[in-house]
T-cell receptor, first 114, second 112 residues
Framework: DAGVIQSPRHEVTEMGQEVTLRCKPI?????LFWYRQTMMRGLELLIY????????DSGMPEDRFSAKMPNASFSTLKIQPSEPRDSAVYFC????????????FGQGTRLTVV | DQQVKQNSPSLSVQEGRISILNCDYT??????FLWYKKYPAEGPTFLIS?????DKNEDGRFTVFLNKSAKHLSLHIVPSQPGDSAVYFC???????????FGAGTILRVKS
């Protein structure tokens, strides 16, 4: 398996524009996580899914953020409208969901909002 | 409120010496703890884990110690190598949740 695949690797957008980040989890993994990494707060969990159903979105910072998982092999994180403070690296991760299973991370999307 | 804290933003160690990275947690429900390593421009990768039923887990040069009463865990790397230079994240999860809560990370620099 190629691992967790995220696209794009880098995104530069203007404030107010819509941004969509994409993720393909590892086949067979039934948990999918979206994290945001910033210097100040490290890795923050934004939302996670189990079997394509959102379980906990308490980490989503504002209504401008939304995430979907239409099927087991694809998820999106959308920011609309984007703001400069959204600039960060966004990671997607997936796991088997068994007790003691670790999460496997994608390479991340570096988002810059100017 | 950060439930997992890594109070040292960075650590510098000489090659061959021991590196000790520390992590504290506040949620007594956490029962599984992991360490991840992250190189620049890459995603975090799993390094080692420990269940709350143990107080030590060893894997080659890496050992994780858990002190439940103090709600503290540490990662020991012996001997440290320049290739160990990375950001190390501590993470924890509670039963049945499968939700990993991460600390802010510690930058380790191993000097040759």
């Amino acid at each position: 398996d190629a691992g967790v695949i995220q696209s794009p690797r880098h995104e530069v957008t203007e404030m107010g524009q819509e941004v969509t980040l994409r993720c393909k989890p590892i086949s067979g993994h039934d948990y999918l996580f979206w994290y945001r990494q910033t210097m100040m707060r490290g890795l923050e969990l934004l939302i996670y899914f189990n079997n394509n159903v959102p379980i906990d979105d308490s980490g989503m910072p504002e209504d401008r953020f939304s995430a979907k998982m239409p099927n087991a092999s694809f998820s999106t994180l959308k920011i609309q409208p984007s703001e400069p403070r959204d600039s960060a690296v966004y990671f997607c991760a997936s796991s088997l969901g068994t007790v003691d299973s670790e999460a496997f991370f994608g390479q991340g999307t570096r988002l810059t909002v100017v | 409120d950060q439930q997992v804290k890594q109070n040292s933003p960075s650590l510098s160690v000489q090659e061959g010496r021991i590196s000790i990275l520390n992590c504290d947690y506040t949620n007594s429900m956490f029962d599984y703890f992991l360490w991840y390593k992250k190189y620049p421009a890459e995603g975090p990768t799993f390094l080692i884990s420990i269940s709350s039923i143990k107080d030590k887990n060893e894997d080659g040069r890496f050992t994780v110690f858990l002190n439940k009463s103090a709600k503290h865990l540490s990662l020991h790397i012996v001997p440290s190598q320049p290739g160990d230079s990375a950001v190390y994240f501590c993470a924890a999860s509670a039963p049945y949740g499968n939700k990993l809560v991460f600390g802010a990370g510690t930058i380790l620099r191993v000097k040759s």
